[in-house]
T-cell receptor
Framework: AQSVTQPDIHITVSEGASLELRCNYS??????LFWYVQSPGQGLQLLLK??????LVQGIKGFEAEFKRSQSSFNLRKPSVHWSDAAEYFC?????????????FGAGTRLAVHP | ETGVTQSPTHLIKTRGQQVTLRCSSQ?????VSWYQQALGQGPQFIFQ???????GRGNFPPRFSGLQFPNYSSELNVNALELDDSALYLC???????????????FGEGSRLTVL
C-alpha cells in the first residue's frame, strides 16, 4: 500500500540554524513527490516537487529536497532558517489509479523557530 | 495565491445537520479534488470530480457527496454530521490526466467545519 511517513512530529531549531525534515515513502512505481507548507489556519502552499531528472530539487523560500530512491526518502532541507519558516510541513506522494490522481500525505512535521 | 477560492471559510454545525461547502477552481482547470484534514493530521483524499462526474473516491462513507458544475466549480455535501467530521476541508483544482496534463494540484485556503 502507498504511504508517507514523517518520523518527526515536532522539530525546534534556532533562527539561522540549518534544517532537515525527513520523509519516507512507500510506492511501487516511480514516485512524484511534493513538499507543502501550511501556516496556522491557512491552506497548503507548494514548496517544491520532484517528477523526474535531477534528484536535488530547488523550491521557493530557499528550500531544497533530495530524492534518494535507494532509501525511499525525500528529505527537505534549508541551510539557514528564518523565524517566518515556523509552520507545519507536509510531504506527499502522488498516486495514479483508474484515470485519476490523488496525493497521499504524511502526518506532518511542526517546525518551531527560536530567536 | 493559487486562484482557488473556497466558501465559507469557517462554519459551525451541530451533530445530525447537513453542510455544503463550495469551491471555485482556478481558471483553465477542469478537475476538482476534495481533501479532509483533521486536527493534527495530514489531508486525506475524499473524491475527485471531472466533467461533472465523480472520477475517483477515497475511503469516505456515502454521506460525503459532491457535485461539479459546467463552469467546473464544485460542492462538497456532508449529511448527518458527526463530531469526527470537524476538520479543515481543502479543495484543489487541476487540469486532468485524461487530457494529457500532469494533474498538478493547486489548493484553496480551506473551509473549517466545527461540529458540536
Amino acid at each position: 500500500a502507498q504511504s508517507v511517513t514523517q518520523p518527526d512530529i515536532h522539530i525546534t531549531v534556532s533562527e539561522g540554524a540549518s534544517l532537515e525534515l525527513r520523509c519516507n515513502y512507500s510506492y511501487g512505481a516511480t514516485p512524484y513527490l511534493f513538499w507543502y507548507v501550511q501556516s496556522p489556519g491557512q491552506g497548503l502552499q507548494l514548496l517544491l516537487k520532484y517528477f523526474s531528472g535531477d534528484t536535488l530539487v530547488q523550491g521557493i523560500k530557499g528550500f531544497e529536497a533530495e530524492f534518494k530512491r535507494s532509501q525511499s526518502s525525500f528529505n527537505l532541507r534549508k541551510p539557514s532558517v528564518h523565524w517566518s519558516d515556523a509552520a507545519e510541513y507536509f510531504c506527499a506522494v502522488e498516486v495514479f489509479s483508474g484515470g485519476y490522481n490523488k496525493l497521499i500525505f504524511g502526518a506532518g512535521t511542526r517546525l518551531a523557530v527560536h530567536p | 495565491e493559487t486562484g482557488v477560492t473556497q466558501s465559507p471559510t469557517h462554519l459551525i454545525k451541530t451533530r445530525g445537520q447537513q453542510v455544503t461547502l463550495r469551491c471555485s477552481s482556478q481558471s483553465g482547470h477542469n478537475t476538482v479534488s476534495w481533501y479532509q484534514q483533521a486536527l493534527g493530521q495530514g489531508p486525506q483524499f475524499i473524491f475527485q470530480y471531472y466533467r461533472e462526474e465523480e472520477n475517483g473516491r477515497g475511503n469516505f462513507p456515502p454521506r460525503f457527496s459532491g457535485l461539479q458544475f459546467p463552469n467546473y466549480s464544485s460542492e462538497l455535501n456532508v449529511n448527518a454530521l458527526e463530531l469526527d467530521d470537524s476538520a479543515l476541508y481543502l479543495c484543489a483544482s487541476s487540469s486532468n490526466l485524461r487530457d494529457g496534463n500532469t494533474g498538478e494540484l493547486f489548493f484553496g485556503e480551506g473551509s473549517r467545519l466545527t461540529v458540536l
